[in-house]
């Protein structure tokens, strides 16, 4: 199934439930509103897109960002860049294993991460979440991305109802890839949100809980919330809502944090993964 519009965009869904890839479209250029616009809504009916087969510069990126929004993290400037790269522009944050002098030049340096959403932890969370691969691994480090509608509209009705109106609260340790990992235990942030989100743009309720982040539901006992967000992971992360995205080099995604959760799977430590990442900033409280 593919949908072209006027300016020949393809559109190719990449499951039943999550992900489109967006073929004939070189973001150097500046694709005209129209196209912009068919994007977005492509985003909103599809929650992940993939853009194959770019060659982008940190200016292409952070503009390609702005198409869907305000970009966020413009005051904290990446401290470290790799050979290659004479500078980083504000905006972008390296997520790479990449290490000099025994340091990690960026962020999530290593290995497998569980589910969860990016920023779910602050007041306003990410919208969007921007990533481009630079250099990739022989095999490993695929992002996972699961549905969060797919799972609501699913989800055991008993289960359901004994979390609906509820709100949980969200950990996060910077740094951290695993529950239980104490990497930057230093530094974390904490908020609660409604276990069920509905999404501005679309008005469809996702599963708002995640496996690496969720503490704990607001105002239930322990043994009854852990049963029910166990219950809940179980059910969201079932292949049938999940695209695997293997990288290549090149591509581009894009994903809808208030809707979708992803994951990591391992991949080599002795070999260099280096991605670049940008967001859009969230423009209300989850409800
Ligand atoms: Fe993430």
């Given at each position: 199934?593919?949908?072209?519009?006027?300016?020949?965009?393809?559109?190719?869904?990449?499951?039943?439930?999550?992900?489109?890839?967006?073929?004939?479209?070189?973001l150097?250029?500046?694709?005209?509103?129209?196209?912009?616009?068919?994007?977005?809504?492509?985003?909103?009916?599809?929650?992940?897109?993939v853009?194959?087969?770019?060659?982008l510069?940190?200016?292409?990126?952070?503009?390609?960002?702005?198409?869907?929004?305000?970009?966020?993290?413009?005051?904290?400037?990446?401290?470290?860049?790799?050979?290659?790269?004479?500078?980083?522009?504000?905006?972008?944050?390296?997520?790479?294993?990449?290490?000099?002098?025994?340091?990690?030049?960026?962020?999530?340096?290593?290995?497998?991460?569980?589910?969860?959403?990016?920023?779910?932890?602050?007041?306003?969370?990410?919208?969007?979440?921007?990533?481009?691969?630079?250099?990739?691994?022989?095999?490993?480090?695929?992002?996972?991305?699961?549905?969060?509608?797919?799972?609501?509209?699913?989800?055991?009705?008993?289960?359901?109802?004994?979390?609906?109106?509820?709100?949980?609260?969200?950990?996060?340790?910077?740094?951290?890839?695993?529950?239980?990992?104490?990497?930057?235990?230093?530094a974390?942030?904490?908020?609660?949100?409604?276990?069920?989100?509905?999404?501005?743009?679309?008005?469809?309720?996702?599963?708002?809980?995640?496996?690496?982040?969720?503490?704990?539901?607001?105002?239930?006992?322990e043994?009854?919330?852990?049963?029910?967000?166990?219950?809940?992971?179980?059910?969201?992360?079932?292949?049938?809502?999940?695209?695997?995205?293997?990288?290549?080099?090149?591509?581009?995604?894009?994903?809808?944090?208030?809707?979708s959760?992803?994951?990591?799977?391992?991949?080599?430590?002795?070999?260099?993964r280096?991605?670049l990442?940008?967001?859009?900033?969230?423009?209300?409280?989850?409800?």
């Amino acid at each position: 199934m593919t949908t072209l519009t006027k300016t020949r965009l393809d559109i190719v869904p990449l499951t039943k439930h999550i992900g489109a890839e967006i073929r004939g479209l070189d973001l150097r250029e500046r694709p005209d509103e129209e196209t912009v616009a068919a994007i977005y809504q492509a985003w909103l009916n599809h929650l992940v897109l993939v853009f194959p087969g770019q060659n982008l510069s940190q200016e292409d990126l952070l503009r390609v960002t702005t198409y869907f929004g305000e970009t966020g993290n413009l005051d904290r400037p990446a401290k470290y860049f790799p050979a290659g790269f004479s500078k980083m522009l504000p905006g972008i944050m390296l997520i790479s294993n990449i290490r000099e002098n025994g340091e990690p030049i960026g962020a999530l340096p290593d290995g497998e991460m569980m589910f969860h959403h990016d920023m779910i932890h602050k007041e306003v969370p990410s919208k969007a979440t921007l990533l481009y691969s630079v250099e990739i691994p022989s095999h490993g480090g695929d992002t996972l991305f699961a549905s969060g509608y797919a799972a609501y509209e699913t989800l055991d009705p008993a289960v359901r109802a004994r979390l609906e109106g509820k709100k949980a609260l969200h950990h996060y340790n910077y740094g951290s890839t695993q529950r239980g990992d104490d990497r930057g235990v230093e530094a974390f942030n904490e908020f609660v949100h409604p276990v069920f989100r509905t999404h501005e743009d679309t008005g469809r309720k996702a599963v708002y809980v995640n496996r690496l982040m969720t503490v704990k539901v607001i105002d239930m006992d322990e043994a009854e919330s852990n049963q029910l967000l166990n219950a809940v992971y179980d059910h969201a992360e079932k292949p049938e809502f999940v695209y695997t995205h293997a990288w290549r080099k090149g591509d581009l995604l894009l994903w809808d944090n208030r809707c979708s959760s992803h994951a990591r799977t391992d991949f080599p430590s002795t070999e260099r993964r280096l991605m670049l990442r940008t967001t859009v900033k969230g423009t209300v409280r989850p409800s």
